[in-house]
């Protein structure tokens, strides 16, 4: 099973273990010693390694360099953003003004910390066109679910108790539908027309009297700009409902479109891939709520406020509440500022220009050689599909993992589910041409072997740590437990 890497994380600590080896010396107790639990709490043996300090440190550095991160490869997952993340906000967020500060300080200890939210709510707003902003939200999904419950209480506070519905696309997040059926709504599926619009004739099939809003990606998942939106947003208003719109993909709109002057009248942002916050592995992450002022006595608390030239926390009149413990996620808000100062705002334009730029360069260059199933201009990401390729023998999946091989991550695989095999590309702002050329030639080589060498693509990957696994095992039955290799 294991294949290539650094040699020194093929001998495991426990076969390097040479008994009474020591690492490292603990320093006297500057505590008292404490008594032991029972003896019915204790093992009798507990057989750990006994290596030296420098073999511990090669093992787990040999360990991190199996990693696979923005920071060592191209990372082209789609819908997710996962571009160079520039280390000076690491760095500004490390200082001890605000590494060190801890929530439960009052307010007048804590001035340049509320500050800096504040600025960063009136950057959100301006970026989005909508006047009021809660950072409190931790991630896209509890984004949702926070604009949703605002949607909810806004159409109980003027009786509309009938709005029990929300439209949301076929190609959406699947935290869309999730999320609206949290806060209460029954979900109502909109097709999407040949051009990957909103289909308007469905739209308007549903935009009736318990209507209570629908929930669009702009751009959509697909990669593309829904050149019917303002009519969406019109048709809506007209029945009553209210617009929200998913940020996720704010990559493509930065400084060129605000969602605000579009007719969204709630949208969450995801910080940590719009503004630059590494996200791998789980988080961490913040998906901060805008609103237009008519939401905004709704918003999750709690928000910044300036009064004189004091800042302080405070709770919007009609709060849905807290939704999350203190006041966000402040390391990644920090994060989020300093990206916004460092670039200004030619630099935020240039972002979802570059963005958009190099996904359409990407797209041409495997035009022909991967079906496009909406074969028109997209954003910041395409969605090819494997279609020929399986005709051929190779599943978009197999082709994913020979991607390995190459030293790229895997794109997004099967989504948006309106796709057949679906290979969901997104390559960012951050990546050079030369980057770019790369991934498209190894794609027409993966192209070219699955012809040739099918054998080869779908036993892929061949060269990484770990060879071939089987998903349904490694999701559901994950092999946690070292045990020695068999003897040859």
């Not at 027309?193 to 099939?205: I, Q, S």
Request: glycine content about 10%; overall charge negative; charged content about 20%.
């Amino acid at each position: 099973m294991r294949q290539g890497g650094n040699r020194q994380t093929e001998k495991l600590l426990m076969e390097r273990s040479v008994p009474g080896r020591v690492g490292t010396v603990l320093p006297d107790l500057d505590v008292p010693a404490q008594p032991l639990p029972g003896g019915a709490l204790l093992r009798g043996e507990l057989p750990l390694p006994e290596v030296s300090e420098p073999e511990v440190v090669q093992y787990f550095t040999g360990l991190s360099q199996l990693n696979f991160s923005i920071d060592t490869h191209f990372y082209p997952l789609g819908s997710c953003t996962m571009k160079y993340n520039p280390k000076i906000n690491d760095e500004i967020s490390f200082l001890p003004g605000f590494a060190g500060i801890h929530p439960m300080q009052p307010a007048e200890h804590s001035q340049g910390a509320l500050e800096l939210l504040h600025r960063l709510q009136g950057f959100l707003s301006e970026i989005t066109g909508l006047p009021a902003v809660s950072l409190a939200t931790l991630a896209g999904a509890h984004g949702e679910l926070a604009g949703m419950l605002m949607i909810r209480a806004h159409h109980l506070a003027n009786g509309g108790t009938g709005r029990t519905k929300v439209a949301i696309p076929d190609s959406a997040h699947g935290t869309n539908p999730a999320s609206a059926a949290m806060a209460g709504f029954q979900v109502v599926e909109l097709a999407s027309d040949k051009e990957g619009n909103v289909d308007l004739e469905a739209l308007r099939e549903v935009a009736g009297p318990d209507l209570a809003g629908v929930m669009i990606t702009l751009p959509s998942t697909l990669g593309l700009f829904d050149t019917n939106i303002v009519e969406v947003c019109r048709i809506v208003h007209e029945a009553g409902g209210l617009v929200y719109g998913d940020g996720a993909n704010m990559n493509a709109l930065l400084g060129r479109v605000k969602l605000g002057e579009l007719g969204f009248d709630v949208a969450h942002l995801n910080l940590h891939k719009t503004f630059s916050t590494p996200h791998g592995g789980g988080g961490p992450g913040a998906g901060p709520v805008c609103a237009t002022r008519q939401l905004a006595p709704y918003l999750s608390a709690p928000i910044v406020t300036q009064r004189g030239d004091a800042f302080e926390l405070s709770t919007p009149e009609k709060s849905i509440g807290k939704l999350s413990g203190f006041h966000g996620n402040f390391g990644v808000l920090v994060r989020a500022y300093t990206y916004i100062r460092t670039l200004g705002g030619a630099g935020i334009k240039s972002i979802s220009g570059n963005a958009v730029l190099n996904a359409n360069y990407m797209m041409n260059a495997l035009r022909g050689v991967y079906h496009l199933p909406y074969d028109r201009t997209c954003m910041h990401e395409a969605v090819f599909s494997a279609d020929w390729q399986k005709e051929r023998g190779s599943s978009g999946l197999e082709i994913a993992k020979r991607l390995l091989d190459y030293g790229f991550h895997a794109p997004t695989m099967y989504f948006p589910l309106i796709v057949h095999e679906a290979l969901m590309i997104e390559p960012t702002e951050s990546e050079t041409k030369e980057t770019i050329d790369s991934f498209v030639q190894a794609l027409i080589d993966i192209d070219r072997e699955v012809t040739e060498n099918t054998e080869l693509v779908n036993s892929a990957p061949h060269t990484t740590p770990v060879a071939r696994l089987d998903e349904a095992k490694a999701a559901r039955q994950p092999d946690l437990r070292w045990q020695p290799e068999a003897a040859d």
